[in-house]
């Protein structure tokens, strides 16, 4: 198979979806892969380094689009590449759909095979190819609302860890998942004050016992989580339901019981963000002010890491590219269940439940649109 590689094109995004090390286990697997001119440079991997790994180095994404069986990306394809985009083409990449009508009906028109890292599951119930992304994304929250917090940047002038006789920064964490868990470790080897809200009595269960008294854990209800963000300097929005649209559980009314200069980082901003005030920004331009609270809602918040953001992802999402590769899609889906539930958009029909329901439109399950 011809697997191409295009320069991602969104606002600071330099991440790639393949580093040298993936193009020479496909290409000693048989299979051909084109790299876009310079893809890999802002983050260290240089086209000689691809060229000598067995890639071919191609100068535009439309060529790329032309040739290849398979798109590999990272993030989601903009406007002008969906329109690249064929009948029966594979592309393999974020999309979340749910918030996003436009990539959903550009993808849905261009009749490609669309496969969606972050509705791929594993016997573990998790997200195998979210989840470095929200590792990553995860930590940079903290590092992100610390910066925010700076008086300079619109914040209240709080440090996050405090110093020795004055109180460290209180640190709000909705929900316990992996986006959470790692904003919180973060937040604690800060020094922070950290309370993490989750509904799951077994997830705080387990955070209680990793983190013992250093964290605070909270079931979470309208009243608690009102609580918890009065008193907050930092609120993290780390809310996940896969390929839906993230509930909206921060409203306006409660940003007028929050203290000046607080800050509110939306994590879950990709599937629409989890406050009602979330808007996405860009690292250009991260954060805005809504009622005096600081909002930081970056949309492709691992691509400010791009060098480790890019091998935390192409370690997890190979292996799916070889079974891609080499099985052709249909078979490896088959094969697969679990790389079934990646599979979002099929040569015109929705087959994610979640985002019919978001936008509307008839669902046709996986294995439906595969035995069509």
């Given amino acids: 198979m011809i697997i191409g590689v295009p320069k991602e094109i969104k606002n600071h995004e330099y991440r790639i979806g393949m580093t040298p090390a993936g193009v020479r286990e496909l290409v000693g697997q048989g299979h051909a892969v084109l790299i876009?001119?310079?893809?890999?440079?802002?983050?260290?991997?240089?086209?000689?380094?691809?060229?000598?790994?067995?890639?071919?180095?191609?100068?535009?994404?439309?060529?790329?689009?032309?040739?290849?069986?398979?798109?590999?990306?990272?993030?989601?394809?903009?406007?002008?590449?969906?329109?690249m985009l064929?009948?029966?083409?594979?592309?393999?990449?974020?999309?979340?759909?749910?918030?996003?009508?436009?990539?959903?009906?550009?993808?849905?028109?261009?009749?490609?095979?669309?496969?969606?890292?972050?509705?791929?599951?594993?016997?573990?119930?998790?997200?195998?190819?979210?989840?470095?992304m929200s590792e990553v994304a995860g930590r940079m929250s903290i590092q992100a609302g610390a910066h925010a917090l700076e008086k300079a940047?619109?914040?209240?002038?709080?440090?996050?860890?405090?110093?020795?006789?004055?109180?460290?920064?209180?640190?709000?964490?909705?929900?316990?998942?992996?986006?959470?868990t790692h904003a919180a470790r973060m937040a604690i080897g800060q020094g922070a004050e950290v309370t993490v809200l989750d509904r799951s009595l077994a997830r705080l269960k387990e955070l209680d016992n990793l983190y013992g008294p250093a964290m605070k854990t909270l079931y979470s209800t309208a009243d608690a989580l009102e609580s918890c963000v009065s008193e907050a300097d930092l609120v993290i929005g780390a809310v996940l339901i896969p390929g839906a649209a993230a509930p909206k559980l921060v409203t306006r009314e409660m940003l007028k019981l929050m203290r000046p200069g607080a800050v509110m980082v939306d994590v879950a901003i990709?599937?629409?963000?989890?406050?009602?005030?979330?808007?996405?920004?860009?690292?250009?331009?991260?954060t805005y002010e809504v009622d005096g609270i600081v909002h930081y809602c970056v949309a492709n918040m691992p691509g400010g890491v791009a060098r480790t953001s890019t091998f935390a992802l192409?370690?997890?999402?190979?292996?799916?590219?070889?079974?891609?590769a080499s099985k052709g899609y249909q078979q490896a889906l088959q094969d697969d269940s679990h790389l079934r539930n990646g599979l979002n958009v099929h040569r015109g029909r929705i087959t994610c439940e979640a985002v019919a329901q978001a936008l509307g439109y008839d669902h046709l399950s996986a294995s439906e649109a595969l035995s069509a």
């Fill in 314 to 324: 192409t370690n997890a999402t190979l292996p799916y590219v070889i079974a891609l």
């Fill in 153 to 180: 940047q619109g914040g209240n002038g709080t440090l996050l860890g405090g110093v020795p006789g004055v109180a460290p920064a209180k640190v709000v964490v909705i929900g316990g998942g992996v986006v959470g």
């Fill in 36 to 83: 876009q001119q310079d893809g890999g440079t802002a983050i260290g991997l240089t086209d000689e380094q691809y060229s000598a790994a067995g890639a071919e180095i191609v100068a535009s994404a439309p060529e790329i689009f032309e040739r290849a069986g398979m798109i590999i990306k990272v993030k989601e394809p903009q406007p002008e590449e969906c329109r």
């Fill in 86 to 132: 064929r009948d029966g083409q594979i592309l393999f990449t974020y999309l979340h759909l749910a918030p996003d009508p436009q990539q959903t009906e550009l993808l849905v028109e261009s009749r490609a095979i669309a496969i969606a890292y972050e509705t791929v599951t594993d016997d573990r119930g998790g997200l195998p190819l979210l989840a470095p």
């Fill in 270 to 286: 990709d599937q629409g963000g989890c406050f009602e005030t979330s808007k996405a920004t860009t690292h250009q331009a991260p």
